[in-house]
C-alpha cells in the first residue's frame, strides 16, 4: 500500500524560505510521477511542482516558477520542494501526489492516485 508523508510546513516571514519532504513508500516508484499541490482556504487545489522520478524531469506552475525546486532523493524515497522568496499568496495546505501511469507530453498532468495527508505553510506579510 503505497503511503505519502510530508512534513516541513510551518509559518515563515515573507521572503524566507521552507523546504517540505515527502516520504514515500509501499511501492518501487522508478516509473512514477510525483508532485506538489497546494490548497488555499476557500480555493481549489492546484498544481505546484512535479517530477519524474527516474529521469528528474521537472515541470513548475508559472506562479512558482524560479522560486520554488522540486527534487528527489530515490535512495531514500524522498521527494522534496525547496520554497525560497515566500510570499502571503503561497499560504495553503500542501500535498505531495504520486502518478503511476503518466501519460506522454503532459506527463505532469496526472491524474495522481495516491496523495498525503498534507502540511500548512503560512506566510506572513
Known amino acids: 500500500q503505497v503511503q505519502l508523508v510530508e512534513s516541513g510546513g510551518g509559518l515563515v516571514q515573507a521572503g524566507g524560505s521552507l523546504r517540505l519532504s515527502c516520504a514515500a513508500s509501499?511501492?518501487?516508484?522508478?516509473?512514477?510521477?510525483m508532485g506538489w499541490f497546494r490548497q488555499a482556504p476557500g480555493k481549489e487545489r492546484e498544481f505546484v511542482a512535479a517530477v519524474t522520478w527516474n529521469g528528474g524531469s521537472t515541470h513548475y506552475a508559472d506562479s512558482v516558477k524560479d522560486r520554488f525546486t522540486i527534487s528527489r532523493e530515490g535512495a531514500k524515497n524522498i521527494m522534496y520542494l525547496q520554497m525560497n522568496n515566500l510570499k502571503p499568496e503561497d499560504t495553503a495546505v500542501y500535498y505531495c501526489?504520486?502518478?503511476?501511469?503518466?501519460?506522454?507530453?503532459?506527463?505532469?498532468?496526472?491524474?495522481?492516485?495516491?496523495w498525503g495527508q498534507g502540511t500548512q505553510v503560512t506566510v506572513s506579510s
Open positions: 501526489a504520486a502518478d503511476f501511469m503518466p501519460h506522454g507530453s503532459l506527463w505532469y498532468k496526472g491524474p495522481y492516485d495516491y
Open positions: 509501499g511501492r518501487t516508484f522508478g516509473s512514477a510521477v
